[in-house]
């Protein structure tokens, strides 16, 4: 069983478009995260739900939107995209209280030409 | 959140002990210091959470001096699917910690595992 499951895993598209990717994690943790992993790797947060609450906002484009339908699932949608959003884009879910750190899932790699 | 610096890479061989070692000067009170591995096309992977002393777990040790401003990550024994980066973390993300998603990783340690 998947802990936190996105997809897709890859996704190429033109610039302007606008594109989504889906999170569900079955752990039963009440908060959420997207994550943006650069060229250079490093791993950036971008948004944070807590129970469905939007509690990190980090200085991401208006085009990024979040949607949280149930703490199970945190999806991230993006309207007109562009090159400099080609990342890989990492959900990941944790819960107060415990001691394992954030699970994540496997990335989804956004490619846009 | 605490900065953390670390080596951009290390080297080692199969069998051997494996130590990599982070700086975090300003490391608040209620900070604990986590380690996430991972390998290529995967998400990070938690290893091992400590706030002071020892702390020990079937795949690795921490090892958290008084002052804790330093930490070191001890790998035992390496092998060849060991290779990937490690990265260490600082922040109130504990136990009991609140820092909702304020995980910030720096650019982590490359650790290269030959035959």
């Known amino acids: 069983d998947t802990a936190v499951s996105q997809t897709p895993k890859y996704l190429v598209t033109q610039m302007g478009n606008d594109k989504s990717i889906k999170c569900e994690q079955n752990?039963?943790?009440?908060?959420m995260y997207w994550y943006k992993q650069d060229s250079k790797k490093f791993l950036k947060i971008m948004f944070s739900?807590?129970?469905?609450?939007?509690?990190i906002n980090e200085t991401v484009p208006n085009r990024f939107s979040p949607k949280s339908p149930d703490k199970a699932h945190l999806n991230l949608h993006i309207n007109s995209l562009e090159l400099g959003d080609s990342a890989v884009y990492f959900c990941?879910?944790?819960?107060?209280?415990?001691?394992?750190?954030?699970?994540f899932g496997s990335g989804t790699r956004l490619t846009v030409v | 959140l605490a900065k953390t610096t670390q080596p951009i890479s290390m080297d080692s061989y199969e069998g051997q002990e494996v130590n990599i070692t982070c700086s975090h000067n300003?490391?608040?009170?209620?900070?604990?210091i986590t380690w996430y591995q991972q390998f290529p096309s995967q998400g990070p992977r938690f290893i091992i959470q400590?706030?002071?002393t020892k702390v020990t777990n079937e795949v690795a040790s921490l090892f958290i001096p008084a002052d804790r401003k330093s930490s070191t990550l001890s790998l035992p024994r390496v092998s060849l699917s060991d290779t990937a980066v490690y990265y260490c973390?600082?922040?109130?993300?504990?136990?009991?910690?609140?820092?909702?998603?304020?995980?910030?990783f720096g650019q982590g340690t490359i650790l290269t595992v030959h035959p």
């Open positions: 973390l600082v922040g109130d993300i504990g136990a009991g910690g609140t820092s909702y998603g304020k995980l910030t």
């Open positions: 739900y807590n129970n469905k609450e939007l509690i």
């Open positions: 400590g706030y002071k």
């Open positions: 990941a879910s944790s819960q107060k209280g415990q001691d394992y750190g954030y699970t």
């Open positions: 300003n490391i608040a009170t209620n900070d604990y």
């Open positions: 752990l039963g943790h009440d908060t």
